[in-house]
């Protein structure tokens, strides 16, 4: 089973920058970032496959940015990033990573994933 880690949350006025970064350890063929502000549901934020395939909300997309950075030298082991750029103090929330083995599963989809991280916290400020 896959291991998932986040980090780089923090806090940040609005129109500032972060980058969160996520490594899975196994089976990661899609990587996808979702976010849960207080009251309100989960959401997907981005998500990438393993040829590159990229796919975000609409409220992010150019502003934030996904890739990820596979070690040829470890098997299984792959960084996902989420360059988030221009925040607006409405992307405050916990941001998660999740992992599915899955290779052509819908990426903005929760369902799709089956390993996810304990999530960290980003706060954007106006």
């Known amino acids: 089973q896959a291991q998932v880690e986040e980090s780089g949350g923090g806090s940040v006025q609005a129109g500032g920058s972060l980058r969160l970064s996520c490594v899975v350890s196994?089976?990661?063929?899609?990587v996808g970032w979702f976010r849960q502000a207080p009251g309100k549901e989960r959401e997907a934020v981005a998500g990438?496959?393993?040829?590159?395939?990229?796919?975000?909300?609409?409220?992010v997309r150019g502003r934030f940015t996904i890739s990820q950075d596979r070690n040829k030298d470890t098997v299984n082991v792959n960084t996902v990033y989420l360059q988030m750029n221009s925040l607006r103090p409405e992307d405050t929330a916990i941001y998660y990573c999740?992992?599915?083995?899955?290779?052509?599963?819908?990426?903005?989809?929760?369902?799709?994933?089956?390993?996810w991280g304990q999530g960290t916290q980003v706060t954007v400020s106006s």
């Open positions: 999740a992992t599915s083995a899955s290779l052509n599963w819908p990426l903005l989809v929760a369902s799709s994933y089956l390993n």
């Open positions: 196994g089976a990661g063929n899609m």
């Open positions: 990438i496959r393993l040829n590159g395939d990229t796919a975000y909300r609409d409220s």
